[in-house]
C-alpha cells in the first residue's frame, strides 16, 4: 500500500500562517505574492501541510496537489509555477533559479511583477488545462 502523502489541504489560517512569518520583508512578500496568486487563479487560497499556500487543486494516483502554490522558505520563496516549461518567459522575470517545476526569488524586489504574473497565470491555465476537474 502506497504512504499517504504528507503534503495535503489542510484547515490552517493562510492569513495566520503568513501573520506568524518573523521577517517583515519576508512577510510583506509572502502577502503580496498572496494577493498575485489569488488575482491571477481566482482561487481561494488553502494550506498544503505547514507551509504551503496552494490555489486550486489536481488528483494524483499518489493524492491530491494544487494547481500553483508558493512557500516562504528561510532561503527563498518558492513558487511552483512550472518553471522549466517557462525558461522563456523567465529570462526577463530578473534574479532568479530554477529547481524542478519551481522557481525561487530571493525578494519580490529582485523580480518583474508584470512578468511574475504571467509566469503565475500560465502556470495555473496549464495545469487546469492538463488536470481538468
Known amino acids: 500500500m502506497?504512504?499517504?502523502?504528507?503534503?495535503?489541504?489542510?484547515?490552517?489560517?493562510?492569513?495566520?500562517?503568513?501573520?506568524?512569518?518573523?521577517?517583515?520583508?519576508?512577510?510583506?512578500?509572502?502577502k503580496a505574492l498572496l494577493k498575485l496568486f489569488k488575482e491571477e487563479t481566482g482561487q481561494k487560497p488553502v494550506m498544503w501541510g505547514e507551509a504551503i499556500?496552494?490555489?486550486?487543486?489536481?488528483?494524483?494516483?499518489?493524492?491530491?496537489?494544487?494547481?500553483?502554490?508558493?512557500?516562504v522558505r528561510k532561503s527563498d520563496l518558492t513558487l511552483y509555477v512550472g518553471a522549466k516549461r517557462q525558461a522563456e518567459r523567465l529570462k526577463s522575470l530578473g534574479k532568479h533559479k530554477v529547481g524542478g517545476g519551481c522557481l525561487y526569488v530571493k525578494r519580490l524586489a529582485d523580480v518583474?511583477?508584470?512578468?511574475?504574473?504571467?509566469?503565475?497565470?500560465?502556470?495555473?491555465?496549464h495545469m487546469k488545462a492538463t488536470y481538468p476537474a
Request: net charge negative.
Open 53 to 71: 499556500v496552494g490555489f486550486g487543486s489536481y488528483q494524483l494516483k499518489s493524492g491530491s496537489w494544487p494547481l500553483t502554490a508558493f512557500a
Open 112 to 125: 518583474d511583477e508584470g512578468v511574475l504574473r504571467e509566469v503565475i497565470a500560465e502556470s495555473y491555465r
Open 2 to 30: 502506497a504512504a499517504e502523502p504528507k503534503t495535503k489541504p489542510t484547515t490552517a489560517s493562510v492569513t495566520a500562517h503568513l501573520d506568524a512569518i518573523e521577517d517583515e520583508a519576508r512577510r510583506k512578500d509572502a
